[in-house]
């Protein structure tokens, strides 16, 4: 047997006390300030597991149980008077507590195990170990959740332009390098960030995003490097790990980072080279490994030439550039998309699901969608929001769009067939003479030389009543 430090007596008159309990008391642990084993009795060794020949004294405590909480007790001061932990697949009821020598200063911890047959444990056990299946089936469910949320598939479109952009994704997300996904507002970056994300080997790591343009500028350092405890930084800092910490292992969503400051710039280009930072208020460095993918509707390439944009910076972001097109270059995916996005919109109890008709898809692509998906998006949940049943036709449509889409229809005719160019012309007429009216219909017929019945008559067939 291998020698075991004294005892002290408190600790002996304690676990005396508990040899009362017989088999329900599974034994102790005690451990010096620095966590290490002092002392363990043979019933611990045996439900550890551990033969009576392996000296585990002077062993740091994690050596022998990984989770060991005792270190804390010791570092805090402070006992964990009841605490469940788990030995294979059963669970136990530990207590743990400090020891103090006669000044009051910590001598080390002690560790005291039992097990569920104590009657009234036993009701908390149960409690427990329901939660804790709940819990995993939360977990389980959120994993699901996310993995069809953000892969690749929930960007949707079937276009030429979109199905070269999959293509790239996916042969980026193998890849490790940093990626830059640049488009206008609403294009999906975001999506597609995650996606990426979700491809990648770093798929069971944090996914962190950070918005650029969100943050005030005097946070966004403390935001992105984190505070040192203690660091004197002014009174509304407390001290807490930046966004870079929050993503080792993953990935770091950088979006907008075109609004990012030149200070700011420096530091982050000097993390991203080195690998490593400085938490704000703090002389020590951190290393991280995080994968960037940034992504900007700002034109990165004027804002290099206007100097606002560092390009060493440009460079180290870009090194897998994305492009991804407006809505307006892939017009033959909004009708897939509205479905998509249909699925999404809430609808009235009784309701199977949302029709739109073929009629309002197409009024759908003669419009330039500045805000893209995003846009087309709110445009749906107006049209929605205004149905009186569960079909979406054009009437509800063209009230959803923007006065603006109205003012603007000269997209390329979408077909050969000759009516229908006349009558795209006729609307684009009759659009045309109402805005320069300023919607007042009277002088809109006159100026295009019809009757006002006449023009009231046009206006309807064209939905634009
Ligand atoms: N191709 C797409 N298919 C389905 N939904 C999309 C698509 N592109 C964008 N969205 C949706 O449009 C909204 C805006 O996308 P987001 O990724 O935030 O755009 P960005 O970051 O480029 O501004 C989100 O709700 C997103 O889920
Ligand atoms: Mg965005």
New binding site residues.
């Given amino acids: 047997m291998p020698h075991q430090r004294a005892l002290p007596k408190s600790v002996a008159t304690v676990l005396n006390a508990f040899d009362s309990l017989g088999d329900s008391f599974k034994g102790a642990i005690t451990v010096d300030a620095q966590a290490r084993i002092t002392w363990i009795d043979d019933r611990y060794r045996e439900l550890l597991g551990i033969p009576g020949d392996v000296d585990l004294i002077g062993q740091p405590v994690e050596n022998t149980i990984p989770h060991s909480l005792l270190r804390r007790v010791v570092e805090t001061g402070r006992p964990i008077l009841i605490d469940i932990m788990a030995f294979d697949d059963k669970q136990f009821v530990v207590c743990r507590l400090p020891l103090r020598n006669e000044e009051g200063e910590i001598q080390g911890a002690v560790g005291f195990v039992f097990y569920e047959e104590i009657d009234y444990l036993a009701p908390i056990l149960e409690k427990f170990e329901t939660m804790q299946r709940q819990l995993s089936r939360a977990q389980a469910a959120l994993n699901r959740e996310r993995q069809t949320k953000y892969s690749l598939s ?4 079937a276009s030429e332009a979109v199905r070269e952009l999959k293509t790239m994704v996916r042969r980026y997300a193998l890849r490790d390098g940093a990626a830059l996904i640049l ?1 206008e ?7 597609l960030a995650h996606a990426i994300h979700q491809q990648s080997d770093r798929a069971d790591e944090p996914f962190v995003a950070v918005n650029v343009a969100a943050i005030p500028e005097p946070l966004l350092e403390a935001e992105f490097f984190g505070v040192a405890p203690g660091a004197f930084t002014g009174a509304d800092r407390k001290p807490r790990k930046g966004k870079f910490e929050l993503a080792h292992g993953g990935t770091l969503f950088l ?1 907008e980072i075109g609004d990012m400051p030149a200070a700011l710039q420096a530091k982050l280009l000097r993390a991203l080279q080195e690998g490593e930072f400085e938490p704000l208020g703090s002389n020590t460095v951190k290393k991280v490994d995080v994968r960037i993918i940034a ?1 900007t ?1 700002q034109p990165l390439e004027q804002k290099i030439e206007d100097k606002s944009f560092r390009a060493d910076l440009y460079y180290r972001i870009a090194v897998l550039a994305i492009h ?1 097109p407006p809505l307006r270059e892939r017009l033959d995916d909004i009708g897939l ?1 509205a479905e ?2 249909l699925e999404t919109i809430p609808r009235p109890r009784d309701q199977r699901g949302w029709l739109i008709t073929p009629e309002a898809i197409d009024q759908l692509t003669r419009y330039s969608w500045p805000g893209n ?2 846009e087309l ?1 709110n445009v749906l949940e107006r049209a929605a929001a205004m149905a009186p049943s569960e079909v979406i036709d054009l009437g509800l449509i063209t009230k959803a769009l923007p006065p603006a889409a109205l003012e603007r229809v000269d997209a390329p005719p979408i077909t050969n067939n000759l009516s229908e160019r006349l009558a795209a012309a006729e609307r684009s007429a009759l659009i045309d003479a109402l805005t320069a009216e300023d919607g007042s219909r009277t002088a809109a017929a006159q100026r295009l030389g019809v009757s006002r019945s006449q023009f009231y008559e046009k206006l309807k067939r064209h939905s634009l009543d």
């Fill in positions: 929930s960007f949707v479109g488009g507002t609403g294009t999906g970056k975001e999506l979006d992504a509707s991804v998309i998509a996005l998906v995003r998006r």
